[in-house]
């Protein structure tokens, strides 16, 4: 694996949901596909059992050589496990043997901080990696926190979204007392509904009340987007394709685009 030219470690950005059907995946896809486009060399991490971005990337798990579940337990080395994708994302692809990943770990020393040991061995050759977290406070939840500068939260953009946001406040103050990790959120995510189920208005006012919320509760400067809703999401997804790859000029398209657009910036 060769270095980049410059020296910098990658950044690394998780995207954490306790529950799914948020978008995470989606989101953590389609803009790693868009660092890519911009020049980026980006590798994702899907540290989900359900293995959907590794899916999402036109991966079959049962035919590669090893998996993100190799490297937690010492069975391989990172490196030995990273796959580049036809969309050119690099990938550390997830395998049903996380399932087993709490039971295994339990007994671990040092069981939240693997991911971001194994991570550290290979920052120099990225500038960005993208780690897909499975929901639920599991430990490979807390390991991928653990292992990040920054989160992303994908939402709902219903009645549901700010209560959300209580329990991950939660989670990571209990993170900050019981292992002294401090967390910031970088970048909240509306996931958008068809509009025969929402019309705007809703939408609007869950944004406002999660900038109140996320001002009152968070020290960072937090960024709030909103991802319209749109089909072909999931019709990228079926071809193994980020939206950057597939409808890079649509809504949806054009929305990821900006959200990495501003990624860049944030750390400039």
């Not at 549901?160 to 993170?175: G, P, R, V």
């Not at 001002?215 to 937090?222: H, L």
């Not at 398209?253 to 990495?260: S, V």
């Amino acid at each position: 694996m060769r270095n980049r030219d410059d020296s910098e470690s990658a950044k690394v950005i998780a995207f954490v949901h306790h529950k799914g059907g948020t978008g995470k995946t989606t989101s953590c896809l389609n803009i790693a596909g868009w660092l890519v486009k911009m020049k980026k060399k980006t590798l994702v991490v899907d540290l989900d059992p359900q293995g959907n971005a590794t899916a999402g990337l036109g991966v079959d798990r049962n035919t590669v050589d090893g998996s993100i579940y190799d490297v937690l337990f010492g069975q391989k080395d990172i490196e030995e496990t990273i796959l580049e994708t036809d969309s050119c994302i690099h990938l550390a692809p997830s395998s049903l043997d996380l399932l087993a990943t709490e039971t295994h770990m339990a007994g671990k020393v040092n069981n939240t901080t693997i991911i971001r040991e194994k991570l550290g061995k290979i920052e120099k050759y990225f500038d960005y990696i993208l780690i897909d977290v499975p929901p639920g406070s599991t430990l490979l939840m807390i390991n991928g926190i653990i292992a990040s500068e920054n989160i992303i939260i994908p939402l709902d953009s219903g009645i549901f979204a700010y209560e959300t946001m209580e329990t991950l406040k939660t989670l990571l103050i209990d993170l900050d007392e019981e292992i002294g990790v401090q967390t910031n959120v970088m970048m909240a995510l509306l996931k958008g509904y068809p509009i025969s189920i929402f019309d705007r208005g809703p939408t609007r006012e869950i944004k406002k009340l999660l900038k109140k919320f996320l001002t009152a509760n968070v020290t960072s400067d937090v960024r709030i987007f909103t991802i319209p809703f749109s089909r072909k999401v999931y019709k990228a997804q079926m071809k193994g394709k980020p939206i950057s790859h597939y409808a890079p000029h649509s809504g949806v398209g054009r929305a990821y685009r900006k959200i990495a657009k501003e990624i860049l910036t944030i750390d400039d």
